[in-house]
């Protein structure tokens, strides 16, 4: 069985409540917006009602600062919960497990959670969508449903089978450069004639898999090409940044730095003076330039 709750912040403690009404004024200009009040939605599986009702004032809640709603309240409010993606960690719903496992002495139950958000005010379809698109971050949460769950086990879904790029192979130059832009390609026209000759002495036709595999792997080799072009002219409108470009270049003198300016070089040379005048000592040298990596001990159970 899954067990669910509410909480919410009371009225002089609802912080999070006021920032969201405050952005959706501000930042989306909505005026219309009345009130908002934020739930957070707990699901908890795998353990018995009278361990989920002695736990409701420790682990989901604190009496003093919270109110507890089994149901969602039946007003006039416009609804929206989010929700992590699968695969997102969840530090909620984790945290909330382990209490769960700590009073029980046991296994540790799965746990599921979900922030509601409750709209007041006469609010059309724009506003609403607008108000979701600003509280959901498609890259790591969705909107997650109302309904009630019977359990909270993740349903695996079969994925579809990869596509097979159809006539690829056989594409002439015209279609190869509109191949390219539908699929919003970071490669260029040559290097997807390369891909395109190269498949053709396998004889057969790739899958869109291994054309965006190729097309990830020559983003960052684009990336690294981009921060080692040679600047030649610099044209800064913004008195702070000018000022933060021109220290840049004294440095770069007192190192007696001879080659082109680069962004790589913008991002390295701090450490670089660092080390020269002795501050930086624990600076983990490599052949590795993109990054920096510091030594340090770290204290591990009274153990370095």
């Not at 736990?55 to 929700?83: G, K, M, N, R």
């Not at 730095?257 to 701090?270: E, Q, Y």
Request: proline share 3%; aromatic share 8%.
């Amino acid at each position: 069985m899954v067990y669910r709750l509410y909480t919410e912040k009371k009225a002089e403690y609802a912080s999070e409540a006021a920032s969201v009404i405050y952005d959706i004024k501000e930042l989306l200009k909505i005026e219309r917006i009345k009130k908002v009040r934020v739930l957070n939605r707990y699901d908890v599986e795998n353990i018995t009602q009278e361990l989920f009702d002695s736990i409701i004032d420790t682990v989901f809640s604190e009496p003093q600062l919270d109110i507890v709603h089994y149901e969602l309240p039946e007003d006039d409010a416009d609804i929206i919960a989010v929700e992590y993606l699968p695969g997102q960690y969840d530090q909620r719903a984790d945290s909330a497990s382990q209490c769960i496992q700590i009073v029980s002495q046991g296994e540790r139950p799965p746990v599921r959670s979900a922030r509601v958000y409750l709209l007041y005010g006469e609010l059309n379809n724009d506003d609403l969508q607008k108000i979701e698109s600003y509280l959901i971050n498609p890259v790591e949460s969705r909107k997650a449903s109302l309904d009630r769950v019977e359990t909270l086990k993740m349903k695996t879904e079969q994925p579809d089978s990869v596509e097979t790029i159809e006539n690829f192979i056989a594409m002439n130059d015209s279609e190869l450069k509109s191949f390219l832009s539908v699929k919003g390609l970071a490669m260029d026209f040559d290097d997807l004639l390369y891909c395109r000759d190269y498949f053709r002495t396998e004889n057969r036709n790739p899958t869109i898999s291994e054309i965006r595999l190729i097309d990830t792997y020559w983003s960052d080799h684009c990336r690294h090409t981009t921060f080692n072009t040679h600047i030649d002219n610099v044209f800064i409108d913004d008195q702070q940044t000018a000022k933060g470009y021109g220290h840049y270049l004294k440095i770069r003198e007192e190192l007696g730095t001879a080659k082109p300016v680069t962004l790589m070089d913008v991002a390295t040379i701090g450490a670089k003076y660092l080390k020269k005048k002795g501050i930086l000592k624990n600076l983990d040298e490599s052949d590795e330039i993109n990054a920096c990596t510091v030594k340090i001990d770290v204290d591990v159970n009274g153990k370095n």
